[in-house]
């Protein structure tokens, strides 16, 4: 099951040797390991587009064997920075706020991630950038140039005065606190390759937690902090 931020609840599972996803009122999509996605819907074409682009294409991605992180992204200096939240905490108006400082919008809330003897490298799909706050919503696409994964910040809102931005999490912790964030089409049949993809990324990524006032004011102060690891 995979809550979206529309509302929808998309059930994954394999039978007859193709990956189904269903998304009730919408459609229901059908695809093996390669090739095209075929669907079935009645919806209007714009409903399942944006579907398409929000939702069902990282689950896709990573039935595939790709790992998707749910998470918004920018390019700084050394790499992809990508932020971690559940819906509402922030990610797309913080990557949106980001890129009005002039950093490359890189994902929003799909960050595909592949294993390299040389490190972690980022993914691209395309998106819409769809800050919560009066900033108009975007649609970005990047080519399919992979870009190298600097860094990850878990978005904690809480009381916070001011942003404070943690020290590196060690592994372990670092491991338990993505793994609410993972995409997965089939946690029955995918649970030990999941994890090791997700084992793998946080012994070669740092993984920071930031915790600041859920304020459309302090959006700008937050984003500040955040540059800290761009720059």
């Not at 590196?168 to 606190?177: C, D, I, V």
């Not at 049949?189 to 999941?194: F, G, R, S, T, W």
Request: net charge negative; aromatic share 8%; with cysteine.
């Amino acid at each position: 099951m995979w809550p979206t931020n529309s509302g929808l609840l998309l059930q994954g599972y394999r039978a007859r040797g193709l990956n189904w996803l269903d998304a009730p009122g919408l459609a229901v999509f059908r695809f093996g390991y390669e090739g095209p996605v075929q669907f079935v819907t009645e919806a209007p074409i714009e409903a399942l587009q944006s579907a398409w682009i929000n939702s069902v294409l990282p689950l896709v991605v990573q039935a595939r064997g790709t790992q998707v992180l749910h998470a918004s992204a920018v390019v700084g200096r050394e790499g992809v920075v990508a932020f971690c939240g559940t819906s509402g905490t922030g990610k797309s108006t913080l990557a949106a706020c980001l890129a009005e400082r002039g950093y490359s919008a890189f994902a929003d809330d799909a960050l595909p991630y592949t294993v390299h003897p040389d490190g972690i490298m980022a993914q691209a799909l395309p998106f819409t950038l769809r800050p919560r706050d009066p900033r108009p919503a975007s649609m970005y696409g990047r080519g399919p140039q992979p870009c190298r994964l600097q860094a990850i910040v878990i978005l904690r809102p809480d009381e916070a005065s001011s942003p404070v931005l943690t020290p590196p999490l060690r592994p372990a912790a670092a491991l338990g606190a993505l793994m609410p964030h993972a995409y997965c089409f089939s946690l029955d049949e995918a649970k030990h390759e999941l994890v090791d993809a997700y084992a793998k990324l946080v012994s070669q990524v740092p993984v920071y937690e930031l915790r600041y006032p859920h304020d459309p004011a302090a959006v700008d102060s937050t984003a500040g902090v955040l540059e800290e690891l761009l720059a």
